[in-house]
């Protein structure tokens, strides 16, 4: 089945402790992003990925990082993780074959985060 | 910059009403216009999209056409059942890589 996978689903931690969200494809999409979902703000992306070892900032990159070493797997990383991060966070997918079916992103499950 | 301003909500319609959820945008260059629907507990899936201008999206008796004229991608259905109850967001995109969402409208249908 394609799928874009997302761990953990939930999450509690503490201010400062480092965390990793994983994100993995199985569809072979070149383009991969993340966008955190918050009340009355909708989605907002945080970095994008147009290949391996390509990788872009969103509109709200600050406190994040992203790596892209493998096509399939785009992890979300808080190295010091603060209350204001604390969110509902997803992870999309898309081929990058030119044109509007570029542009059909693929949503992840979503991963909910809690910074105390 | 890039934005979407979407309607407000919470909407509350009763089943096999009329369905209209305004969208309107600004945009440096020529979006791409998204509406996406999610559902409860589940990530956004794509509803219908257009590319240029006067294209019409449709999907599931959901329709959506784009107004450059107007700046808006307006969606409606003309009969709403229960299970279209999710919160539905429009977006757009000029370049393909990076998107621009709404807030949200959250929509409830009652039978």
């Known amino acids: 089945e394609a799928q874009v996978t997302q761990n953990p689903r939930y999450l509690i931690t503490v201010t400062g402790k480092k965390l990793t969200v994983t994100c993995s494809q199985n569809m072979n999409h070149e383009y991969m992003s993340w966008y955190r979902q918050d009340p009355g703000l909708g989605l907002r992306q945080i970095y994008y990925s147009m290949n391996v070892e390509v990788t872009d900032k969103g509109d709200v990159p600050e406190g994040y990082k992203v790596s892209r070493k493998e096509k399939r797997n785009f992890p979300l990383i808080l190295e010091s993780p603060s209350p204001n991060q604390t969110s509902l966070y997803f992870c999309?997918?898309?081929?990058?074959?030119?044109?509007?079916?570029?542009?059909?992103?693929?949503f992840g499950p979503g991963t909910r985060l809690l910074v105390l | 910059g890039d934005s979407v301003t979407q309607m407000e909500g919470p909407v509350t319609l009763s089943e096999e009403a009329f369905l209209t959820i305004n969208c309107t945008y600004t945009a440096t260059g020529y979006p791409s216009l998204f509406w996406y629907v999610q559902y409860p507990g589940e990530g956004l899936q794509l509803l219908l999209k257009?590319?240029?201008?006067?294209d019409k999206g449709s999907n599931k008796g959901f329709e959506a056409t784009y107004r450059k004229e107007t700046t808006s991608f307006h969606l409606e259905k003309g009969s709403v059942q229960v299970s279209d109850s999710a919160v539905y967001f429009c977006a757009l995109s000029v370049t393909g890589n990076q998107f621009y969402f709404g807030t949200g409208t959250s929509l409830t249908v009652i039978p």
């Open positions: 257009a590319t240029k201008a006067d």
């Open positions: 999309a997918s898309s081929p990058l074959a030119g044109g509007p079916i570029r542009e059909t992103q693929y």
